[in-house]
């Protein structure tokens, strides 16, 4: 089976470093993150959804698994679960937790994997309605080669309430992944 990233990209895949192909091709990953909290009513928005809590140096691992659909990404934060689905729609990566779903175009840039956020929707997969953009979040997020690990670094902000969580940091493939 083609990866979801791999397929999206066409041939520009070649150019994306290999330690970020092997994380975006299913498998798994570990490494540490810090984590950033937004404060007051971000913080609290945060927690309702789940998002990780801050931290200057949290484990994380990643679970990848492919099907048929899309690929289901498993990142555990510590102990804490954050689980969201990915598929491909009109030549976009559309990545959903919930009600939400957030649509990327992905772009290869020095070997790095880079995610431009295009809309956002709400609803269930076709049964979705654009979010207006004053009303939708704003994810950030970029994997970049370091040696034999990959830095990631996403960002997620909230319309009137700031950043709900930033996380950083590396990973590393394992082995057989």
Known sequence: MTSLYSSLLGPAWSSVAPVVQRIHSGG????????????????????LLGLPPAAEATPIALAVECHEAGE?????????????????????LVEGRGPVQIWFR?????????????????????????????LAPRVQGRATPEGDRARVDVRIHAPFLG?????EGTVTPEEGA
């Open 28 to 47: 798994s990953a570990r490494g540490v993150f810090a984590v950033r909290r937004g404060r007051g009513l971000a913080w609290l928005v945060g927690a």
């Open 106 to 134: 992905l772009r290869a840039e020095a070997g790095a994997l880079v995610f431009e956020q295009v809309r956002a929707t709400f609803g269930f997969r076709r049964l979705s309605l654009p979010l207006p953009r004053a």
């Open 163 to 167: 950043l709900l969580v930033a996380y």
């Open 72 to 92: 289901r990404w498993v990142r555990t934060f510590g102990d804490r679960p954050l689980i969201t689905s990915q598929w491909a729609s009109a030549g976009l």
